[in-house]
């Protein structure tokens, strides 16, 4: 199963989008405390994420915790990064890889972005900084299921 981690959200719309996003088309999602949100059920149906029960979500602690979890698991990580030299069109997704998104604000620190096994972008038009999270995560998302056969 295809998963999307998100670091440190910041903006709960956005989180609760990507919840649905993963809900509807059956992926893990994993929130990597803290937010800058109160990261409760009640934050997430108030955001209008009424998919809240279809979706298998993990919170972890920090990111020391989701570390744990995925070495665990022997999930691929996945950065989704404007600083990438390559595409993610270019790159060969994997059952089980694990996308993850920064926080809208500040994306993820230098150490996070070098544990990453992979670094991809989504191509964008030069002088434009970046597609909203939830955008590039459905983008992302559905490249990953497409190459992988894992469209419900």
Known sequence: MIGIALYQPDIAQN???IL??????GLSAHIIEPAGFP???RTFRRAGMDYLDHVALTRH??????EDWRRTSRSR???LTTRASQSFLD???QDGDILLFGRESAGVPQ???ATADARVRIPMREGLRSLNVAVSAA???AEALRQTGGFP
């Open 15 to 17: 989180t609760g989008t």
């Open 77 to 79: 990580l996945v950065l």
């Open 111 to 113: 150490e996070i972005h």
């Open 139 to 141: 983008i992302a998302a």
């Open 20 to 25: 649905r996003l993963c809900a509807c088309l």
């Open 61 to 66: 602690l920090d990111w020391a915790a989701f």
């Open 39 to 41: 990261a409760s059920d």
């Open 91 to 93: 790159f060969r997704f």
